[in-house]
């Protein structure tokens, strides 16, 4: 790892290395950090035992000039583990966004992520109570759908065949038998 990298990880600032260029991170509100706490519970619940562990504010060094802090991830690979963060790249990565790092989140994060191959990235919006998930097809990471709660006045103004087709899981690509539900993810989100 770069001495840069280093030395700027002894202080107490929090912040991440993008393709060389800091940017400092804010502290999460209570809704990121209820998103969060119920994501990386829902994971952990359902890997216990199984090879793959999830970790939420671990530095992941991707290489000498990217050292990034996903909100959530899962690393299927043990040897990348080191007990001062993962030296790899994580398998399935989840970021929530706020109005200050959405921007980050859908750009700079997303080629990295790209880039260094991320098997699933997750961006989460607490405020909108919606999940982007993009999964890795042809080495790059594509769209494979949008889930939204709907708030009461709007599932009412669905059809009945508008309501059997909403989502109300995502479908972990890791494995072939977890799912996590919308409702566990957004639990006593404000």
């Known amino acids: 790892m770069s001495e840069f990298a280093y030395s700027y990880s002894q202080d107490d600032e929090e912040y991440e290395l993008i393709n060389g260029q800091v940017y400092m991170m804010a502290r999460p509100n209570t809704n990121h950090m209820t998103v969060e706490t119920n994501i990386v519970t829902t994971f952990k619940n359902y890997l216990k035992g199984k090879s793959c562990r999830p970790f939420n504010e671990t530095d992941v060094f991707l290489s000498d000039d990217t050292n990034v802090v996903p909100d959530v991830m899962i690393v299927c690979e043990p040897e990348i583990i080191k ?108």
């Open 83 to 190: 007990s001062d963060g993962i030296y790899g790249t994580p398998d399935l990565i989840v970021e929530i966004a706020s109005p200050s790092t959405a921007r980050r989140d859908r750009m700079e994060k997303f080629a990295v992520y790209e880039k260094y191959g991320v098997k699933e990235y997750w961006i989460v919006s607490p405020q909108e109570k919606r999940v982007e998930v993009y999964i890795r097809k042809d080495n790059k990471l594509v769209l494979d759908d949008v889930y939204s709660v709907y708030r009461d006045f709007e599932w009412k103004h669905l059809t009945e065949e508008q309501k059997s087709k909403v989502k109300q899981a995502i479908k972990v690509s890791l494995y072939d038998d977890f799912s996590v539900k919308l409702e566990d993810i957004f639990e006593d989100v404000t």
